[in-house]
């Protein structure tokens, strides 16, 4: 009898953690604990890694994946409140297919620039403010920044931009019409100035 | 030390913590009580300082909101017009062997949560101890006491 209750107790029967997991994930977003929101995002250019917190967009990440070092990275530097919660992304979502769809110029998001310090933010708000259809230089973001002769340096904040194609790196070429690096590989980089109408030649 | 994201844990846990509260108070409540323990877990989280048993950490969250679900009940009876003596259970709610789960939620609290907790999870006393804050001696003492229980009340 004993044996027998003990396998018994051992049976609860199927449990539906997809529902009760959902309807969490809307609780914890309407309480405000998710500090840290994302989601997957398609592309042309391969699945990305969107992430808002409360201020804004916090990180677009290239997938390639890394999404599981992407997520712990913000957990660290942000808050482990980190939530999957597709709703809450809605919005940038949205706005990155009409980019790509060549119906949109510009993003219309807050942003959280919280990964970034100093000189690196300085560059990287520098350049978000150039428009669509227009390129920079690594020696007028550096210049822009604060710092004329910190080019190479100005190349490395833009390579560890949080936030690319919202951010948009890619615009930065060097003097004289050369590509550069790109954050997500220049293939990337092609793709989005080509769409843009401006991959120098 | 780091804290894995908390979709993370979520995704690894939510299994055992909804097993464990749908053992501890039936299908019915199991889900209110699983967003109770999980925002009560999210709240706590960034000040937890170890991450080496996470699975306990949450047990001890549910196994406290299930004892705060029991006493909810008990104080708010369900209404007598509410109940329909010749209805059975829905098919939906029922566990495998209603009887015997019915027998184990009318345990006390403590032989209650010892009792799912060994069997339904195969924790050990030791573990078990932890996440009751009591002694394996007494964790051993009360998953007895709540098998003897069953054991006459249920044949």
């Known amino acids: 009898m004993t044996a027998d209750l003990e396998r018994l107790l051992r049976d609860v029967g199927p449990v539906d953690a997809d529902a009760a997991q959902e309807r969490f994930v809307r609780r914890a977003v309407d309480d405000g604990l998710a500090d840290v929101a994302y989601a997957p995002v398609d592309s042309p250019v391969g699945e990305l890694m969107a992430a808002v917190t409360r201020r804004g967009l916090v990180r677009l990440a290239y997938e390639d994946g890394r999404g599981d070092a992407v997520l712990s990275d913000l957990a660290a530097r942000v808050s482990p409140r980190v939530i999957e919660a597709p709703a809450r992304l809605d919005d940038v979502r949205r706005q990155l297919d009409e980019y790509f769809a060549g119906r949109r110029h510009a993003f219309d998001l807050a942003i959280d620039w919280e990964l970034t310090h100093g000189f690196t933010r300085r560059v990287l708000q520098s350049t978000a403010r150039i428009p669509f259809g227009e390129l920079g230089t690594y020696r007028s973001v550096a210049t822009r920044a604060g710092n004329a002769a910190a080019v190479r340096a100005a190349g490395n904040a833009l390579g560890a931009n949080p936030m690319p194609i919202v951010v948009p790196c890619h615009r930065i070429v060097r003097t004289g019409g050369a590509l550069g690096g790109y954050t997500g590989g220049v293939q990337r980089k092609e793709f989005l100035l080509t769409l843009e109408g401006t991959l120098p030649r | ?155």
Do not use: C
Request: proline share 6%; hydrophobic share 40%; glycine share 4%.
């Open chain 2, 1 to 155: 030390m780091s804290l894995p994201p908390f979709q993370t844990v979520l995704e690894e846990h939510r299994e055992d913590v909804l097993r464990f509260l749908t053992a501890s108070i039936g299908r019915q409540e199991a889900d209110d009580v699983f967003q109770e323990t999980f925002l009560a877990a999210l709240r706590a989280y960034p000040r937890l300082k170890r991450a080496d048993n996470l699975r306990g950490w949450l047990l001890k969250i549910a196994s406290r909101k299930a004892i705060d679900a029991h006493r909810a009940r008990k104080r708010a009876p369900v209404p007598a017009e509410h109940v329909d003596p010749g209805a059975a259970p829905p098919a939906s709610s029922a566990l495998p062997d209603e009887a015997l789960w019915e027998a184990v939620r009318a345990l006390p609290d403590r032989q209650r949560t010892a009792v799912v907790l060994r069997f339904t999870f195969d924790l050990a006393y030791r573990e078990l101890g932890d996440v009751m804050d009591s002694s394996e001696e007494a964790a051993r003492r009360n998953v007895f006491e709540g098998l003897k229980k069953l054991r006459e009340e249920y044949r």
